[in-house]
T-cell receptor, first 112, second 114 residues
Framework: DGGITQSPKYLFRKEGQNVTLSCEQN?????MYWYRQDPGQGLRLIYY???????QKGDIAEGYSVSREKKESFPLTVTSAQKNPTAFYLC???????????FGSGTRLTVV | AQSVTQLDSQVPVFEEAPVELRCNYS??????LFWYVQYPNQGLQLLLK??????LVKGINGFEAEFNKSQTSFHLRKPSVHISDTAEYFC????????????FGQGTTLQVKP
């Protein structure tokens, strides 16, 4: 079955470290998105990409970076510049012509 | 710019009672509207969506929502809830013809009590 796979499910980071969250989809979707979820704040857009080798900042891009070298993959790096990275991160994808979004099961990142 | 407001952060309700989760949006252009459900430590599952046409939209698990353009609302309803409906619910909008970005409300936690 097609879907989105996020890994790892749980991730622990030490202060000052960069970590990379994986997001892979086999839906042949063109667009991919990264959202951050904090209690009581809903989901906020970090970065999105509508096509390979191109991506745009969302509302809270500071301290994050992404790449889109392949259509299937959209990894998110949480850098040491992100001062409060502890959160639940969700990846999503969407076809260019359709209206449906598919979400991954999320990665919970904790700073220790 | 578009925004979404979910008017209740928590909604407690007894099992088999009806429930309404409220959602208002602001946008100067046409939008698509969505309701998602999230169970603990999981991703989002689509309940229903409004793209065009009939303003009453039926979704999965017995949920429905009504698009009201004049009141810019998209409230979610279920006539009789079950314990298994306990979860967090998100309303979201996407501007038609745009980059496909979803803008979410803050979420409503539905707590179904026995």
């Amino acid at each position: 079955d097609g879907g989105i796979t996020q890994s790892p499910k749980y991730l622990f980071r030490k202060e000052g470290q960069n970590v990379t969250l994986s997001c892979e989809q086999n839906l042949n979707h063109d667009a991919m998105y990264w959202y951050r979820q904090d209690p009581g704040q809903g989901l906020r857009l970090i970065y999105y990409s509508q096509i390979v080798n191109d991506f745009q900042k969302g509302d809270i891009a500071e301290g994050y970076s992404v790449s889109r070298e392949k259509k299937e993959s959209f990894p998110l790096t949480v850098t040491s510049a992100q001062k409060n990275p502890t959160a639940f991160y969700l990846c999503a994808s969407k076809s260019a012509t359709g209206s449906g979004y598919t979400f991954g099961s999320g990665t919970r990142l904790t700073v220790v | 710019a578009q925004s979404v407001t979910q008017l209740d952060s928590q909604v407690p309700v007894f099992e088999e009672a009806p429930v309404e989760l409220r959602c208002n949006y602001s946008s100067s252009v046409s939008v698509y509207l969505f309701w998602y459900v999230q169970y603990p430590n999981q991703g989002l599952q689509l309940l229903l969506k409004y793209l065009s046409g009939s303003t009453l939209v039926k979704g999965i698990n017995g949920f429905e929502a009504e698009f009201n353009k004049s009141q810019t609302s998209f409230h979610l309803r279920k006539p009789s809830v079950h314990i298994s409906d306990t979860a967090e619910y998100f309303c979201a909008v996407s501007v038609s013809g745009n980059t496909g970005k979803l803008i979410f409300g803050q979420g409503t936690t539905l707590q179904v009590k026995p």
